[in-house]
């Protein structure tokens, strides 16, 4: 497997970065919250086809693969992109790949009208937990009772607070939901939505690790104690160190992962289950240890590496702690536990 990036794949990563860097500053992230929706970011983004790019050409988008989407959700990663990108994305290639049923949603979504999301547990008594975007999209792609629906989402939502500022809700499934697809064809598009979702959280998770690390050693260099500064201390460089190089292995195992949609079809279930656990736990030591490394500092709400600490534990948690993910890299590589 390649994972050298051609140089149109290094340019998109490159736009997608310096859009990042005008419409997500550290001071419209502050201002997005606590909603965690940030609108002129949308709309820029809608305004560069980052939805459109999702799907394929024969449904009216643009045919990328996964892993130019990768490159772009590690780019969202990194700024903590206040708008549901990687959701939108999954969601609209759902509609797609349901064919006929989803089109005219599709087509709405597509034109900007619509915003949908998609919501990573399935519904248990029809009700959806902890959707993302679940607080200001218009629908939501998920299973529930064994069928993919697209629930419209009105009334029948309850926002979520959360200290990660993101705009969570819990959401009733509607009578008037349009059902997409129904029993193993269901299960299959969901899954494979799934798997989607898991790569590019994994991919955004590792973006997050490599900027928090970076945070944490431009203060090292900065503050300095007994005069000299504390980034020449084994206590404080030495944990730095293993942050930067999981996240380099995050970042990698996630593209592999990514790649593999094209590459290895029939592993990507595992390998993006095990790209989302370790991605997560390394944006997690890597947010943690840069913000004790600014010491008091670093718990004040002035400082940007703590909105890395909140938000990358509510981005991964919408789907469950890492044992969840295991459990499906153990189905995929030995079968599901009978009964």
Known sequence: MDLSLTSEQRQLAASFAALF???STSERIRAAEPSGFDLKLWRALLGIGAVEMA???AAGG???SVLDLALIAEQCGRALASAPVIEAQVAARALAESGETGAGLLSEVLAGERLVTFAPRVACGGRLEL????????????????????VPIGDNRTAVGNLASIPLADIMIRSDSV?????????ELFSHALDLWLVLTAVALAGAAKRAVEIGVDYAKQRHAFGTA???FQAVSHPLADSATAA??????????GCAFADEPDRVRELAAMAFVFAYETARDATRRSLHIHGGYGFGMEAD?????????????????PATALDRVADARYGPVAG
């Open 55 to 57: 799907v394929g050409e």
């Open 230 to 232: 504390i980034g020449s």
């Open 305 to 321: 590496i703590q909105l890395y600490y909140r938000r990358v534990r509510g981005w991964a948690m919408v789907f469950g702690d």
């Open 131 to 150: 959707v993302p975007a679940g607080a200001v999209a218009d629908y939501v792609v998920a299973l529930s009772e064994g069928r993919l629906q697209a």
């Open 21 to 23: 860097t005008r419409e």
């Open 248 to 257: 380099d292995g995050a970042q990698l195992l996630g593209l592999k992962a």
């Open 62 to 64: 643009w045919g990328a």
């Open 179 to 187: 059902v997409l697809a129904d029993g193993a064809a269901a299960r």
